[in-house]
């Protein structure tokens, strides 16, 4: 069981402070963060990664030296075979991903001849998700990942995340403020709310109507 529990935020024109952020979590476990844009979602993994310290509490190593992130503002190079990049990562991380995550590494693996330009924006998550775990890192943070995917390659998306979710090998966390892409995941779900400074778990029916009510209350 990983546990944080911190006061984090910055000052400046749009300061951000959260108070008494409380997240317990587990492997197995896939947890949204859904807040509007701006509201500090990518704050919060700067800081649970070490990169900006809380304003009180702090971050355990084996949370820091656990976690990977992939987002939508990070892509892969376009001229680059998927064979390439199984070049780079070297057999030991491939025969890893095997090993642990085959459904994803089957995946990928029949995509080895295609250039990453030739990808679907779905596929080329996946590959990166791939890369990303590769490393042996089992706190996977999905920052704004499913921005810009089409239906079928959501779904695709959400398959293989949820096959590596039910594994309980690894962590998920996904940052959106799409509170469709909440429901379509699944799993647990934290609202943020930047003026009352809470970030709140979420137990309630995963409807857009009744989300969007709680977090407007946010409580």
Not at 133 to 142: D, E, Q, Y
Not at 167 to 192: A, C, P, Q, W, Y
Request: hydrophobic share 35%; proline share 1%; aromatic share 10%.
């Amino acid at each position: 069981m990983f546990c944080v529990k911190i006061d984090y935020g910055y000052k400046g024109t749009n300061s951000i402070n959260y108070e008494n952020v409380n997240i317990q979590f587990e492997y197995g476990d896939f947890i949204n963060i859904l807040g509007e844009n701006g509201c500090g979602k990518s704050t919060l993994y700067k800081v649970l990664m070490g990169r900006l310290k809380p304003t009180n509490g702090h971050i355990s190593d084996e949370i820091k030296n656990n976690i990977v992130v992939i987002s939508d503002y990070v892509n892969l190079p376009n001229e680059c075979t998927i064979h390439d990049i199984y070049e780079l990562l070297g057999e030991d991380k491939i025969q890893y991903m095997k090993k642990e995550f085959y459904s994803i590494y089957e995946v990928v693996s029949e995509l080895l001849s295609k250039k990453v330009s030739m990808l679907s924006t779905g596929q080329k998550r996946i590959v990166e998700i791939f890369c990303a775990l590769s490393t042996r890192k089992r706190i996977l943070v999905m920052d704004e990942a499913s921005n810009g995917l089409d239906v079928t390659n959501k779904q695709l998306l959400i398959e293989q995340v949820n096959k590596m979710v039910e594994s309980k090998k690894v962590v998920v966390f996904n940052t959106t403020h799409l509170i469709e892409d909440v429901i379509s995941f699944g799993g647990r779900v934290f609202v943020m709310n930047k003026q009352k400074q809470r970030i709140n778990e979420y137990h309630g029916e995963k409807s857009i109507k009744e989300i969007i009510e709680y977090m407007k209350v946010g409580e």
